[in-house]
């Protein structure tokens, strides 16, 4: 089992920077890569950016160039910089570990951080 709890959100306006954090606990030995997603209100949730173990990115078109994921494997902790943030934004956002032990795969999910762009 993989504990997730993330920080860092908050109301910022358009054109800010926010910068999240996700710090992971329990089973991280077998976490194969880290994502973020966010929800916004009516909407379902979507990937934002993703990283594996071995430092892969992937992101949305939506925020290619203005948001930036890493990871600290020493630290087991996952971060989200969003820069030149839009009203579009804003949403809930989520930490979530893909994890990996032996042929079988699970997923982990963080309680979410509020994130509010203003115009």
């Known amino acids: 089992q993989v504990q997730l709890r993330e920080s860092g959100g908050g109301l910022v306006q358009a054109g800010g920077s926010l910068r999240l954090s996700c710090l992971a606990s329990?089973?991280?030995?077998?976490?194969?890569?880290m994502h973020w997603y966010r929800q916004a209100p009516g909407k379902q949730r979507e990937l934002v950016a993703g990283?594996?173990?071995?430092?892969?990115?992937t992101y949305a078109d939506s925020v290619k160039g203005r948001f930036t994921i890493s990871r600290d494997n020493a630290k087991s902790a996952v971060y989200l910089q969003m820069n030149s943030l839009r009203p579009e934004d804003t949403g809930v956002y989520y930490c979530?570990?893909?994890?990996?032990?032996?042929?079988?795969?699970?997923?982990?999910w963080g309680q979410g951080t509020q994130v509010t762009v203003s115009s």
């Open positions: 990283v594996t173990t071995g430092g892969t990115t």
């Open positions: 979530y570990a893909l994890s990996r032990t032996g042929f079988s795969f699970s997923g982990s």
């Open positions: 329990g089973s991280i030995g077998t976490i194969n890569a």
